[in-house]
């Protein structure tokens, strides 16, 4: 009853305050908050977006994180519910709400003949719509490669998130374009203020946005070769990263940390280790990488019960943290895109017979670039490395070995390791001990916050991924996805 009567005060007031003033102009400017920002600052905005692109690696608990479960480069040390595949339903509110959001504002203002102008001041409006369309491209990709079919062309109009979903096919078509237009779109006005990633370096962004197109392109391997060639020659040609050119996020400090260092020293969790599935294949092949992967060499089991994985973490106390665990440092930089995994994405396009490069030089240049990359290259110890059966390519396995070099190499990407194993089927993952179905995911389910926001749209959805009567099954296989 208080509310009521507090509401219907708070009306009367406004009735009697409004009839002694002839108009609102009367206030001036009495209502306006000075230190409120009319129009975006498109360079804040960009860097908001920048700040978050560790997180499409490893995300601390979040969808890359449990991609990176299903992939088993991490084991969960206590609460093992997501690593025994119990269904996931994470929302993607976050995204939506936040960096595609803010990217779509950066389009928007820089495309309004009413704002264009005054957004030029960040740099040419050409300039910064192509780094605001690479990155949107980006975050999709994530997502679609995680759920499937989702809202895309419908989504950030200000809808109330009432919107309809797009087809995965077609998500993917249109990616290509945006990614494809974006390059072309760059012109030699002012760089995009506010670029924390390349600090303004068009061409760094041109290699991003093919590179990324080139690896989406392999995952049409099985649905759509045709196209898939089409596509990842289209990125070859122009031009994706080198050798030498490794694309990592550098880490100022203040706000902004190394997410390894926020995860384990600010947050002070202990929920992830590196999977024994991983140090297993690093140590059994003599692999460098196993110094610079976890903390320690001592992998945790993946998939165990929650009794299991308690037992096991209270007598194995050096369980691997990832990469540096609680001795990283606040600004270590972090990897996004590396020229080892694109080396190895065209070791596998020439392997399928999509290009005439050498399926051998871009799989040992690759493991050659990761070895680099990590700081842990020898020319001794690699070439034994390579010399080795198991690891050498030979005619009956050589797709096998790329694949599974490919998903050792993508570590800690999580979705980019569980894509390949989607993908090729490579390595043979074997699925959690403690799971009581023991058949690895292969999408996410949608969150609940979409069921209850855009339930007729979602629901329509859902049932297209239904596995023996389950509707919206983690189980589903997505459209690229295939056998």
């Known amino acids: 009853m208080k509310l009521k009567i507090f509401f219907a005060a708070g009306i009367l007031g406004a009735v009697m305050f409004m009839s002694s003033c002839s108009k609102t102009g009367d206030f001036g400017t009495l209502n306006q908050n000075p230190g409120t920002t009319v129009t975006p600052v498109t360079s804040g905005l960009l860097t908001n977006a920048l700040s978050g692109i560790a997180g499409y690696t490893w995300d601390q608990g979040g969808l890359t994180t449990l991609s990176g ?3 088993q480069y991490y084991s969960e040390t206590q609460y093992t519910d997501a690593s025994t595949y119990s269904k996931q339903r994470v929302n993607w509110d976050g995204y939506y709400a936040g ?21 030029a001041s960040n740099g040419s409006n050409a300039n910064q ?32 998130g009432i919107v309809a979903f797009d087809k995965q096919q077609d998500i993917y078509t249109d990616l290509f374009k945006e990614l494809t237009e974006a390059v072309a779109q760059f012109d030699n006005g002012l760089a995009a203020k506010g670029d924390i990633l ?14 990324i197109h080139a690896l989406l392109a392999l995952n049409l391997s099985k649905v759509d070769p045709a196209k898939g ?15 030498g050119e490794d694309i990592t996020l550098a880490f100022p400090g203040g706000n902004f940390f190394n997410p390894i ?7 002070a969790r202990l929920d992830y280790a590196v999977s024994k599935t991983v140090t297993d294949f690093l140590s059994s ?3 460098n990488r196993i110094s610079v992967f976890g903390e320690t060499a001592v992998g945790f089991p993946s998939g165990l019960t929650r009794i299991d994985a308690v037992a096991f973490g209270n007598a194995n106390t050096n369980w691997a943290k990832l990469l540096k665990g609680d001795k990283a440092s606040p600004t270590d930089p972090f990897n996004i895109i590396t020229a080892a995994e694109m080396d190895l994405a065209r070791a596998e396009a020439a392997q399928l017979g999509w290009t005439s490069e050498s399926a051998n030089d871009f799989y040992l240049k690759g493991i050659k670039d990761s070895w680099t990359s990590w700081g842990v290259y020898n020319a001794a110890d690699y070439n034994d490395y390579v010399a080795q059966s198991n690891i050498a ?4 396995d050589a797709y096998k070995k790329i694949a599974t070099q490919e998903w050792i190499t993508h570590y800690p990407a999580g979705l980019r390791g569980w894509s390949i194993w989607r993908r090729t089927g490579y390595p043979a993952l074997t699925p959690a001990p403690g799971a009581i179905t023991k058949i690895i995911p292969r999408r996410v389910s949608y969150g609940l916050n979409e069921y209850s926001t855009n339930p007729d749209n979602v629901g329509s959805v859902a049932k297209q991924y239904s596995v023996n009567g389950d509707d919206d099954s983690q189980l589903a296989r997505m459209w690229w996805d295939k056998q």
């Open 393 to 396: 390519l030979s005619a009956g």
């Open 198 to 211: 390349f600090n303004g370096d068009i061409s760094r962004w041109k290699k991003f946005a093919n590179s």
């Open 129 to 160: 719509i192509a780094v605001a369309r690479i990155l949107k491209a980006y975050i999709y990709s994530t997502l679609t490669d995680l759920y499937g079919d989702l809202p895309y062309t419908g989504a950030l109009k200000g809808d109330n």
């Open 229 to 243: 060639k089409t596509e990842f020659n289209a990125a070859l040609a122009a031009g994706v990263i080198e050798s």
């Open 261 to 267: 260092y926020n995860y384990y020293t600010i947050t």
């Open 69 to 71: 479960l299903y992939a």
């Open 99 to 119: 960096s595609l959001y803010d990217l779509q504002v950066i389009i928007n203002y820089n495309t309004d003949a009413a704002t264009a102008a005054l957004a």
């Open 285 to 287: 092949n003599n692999d």
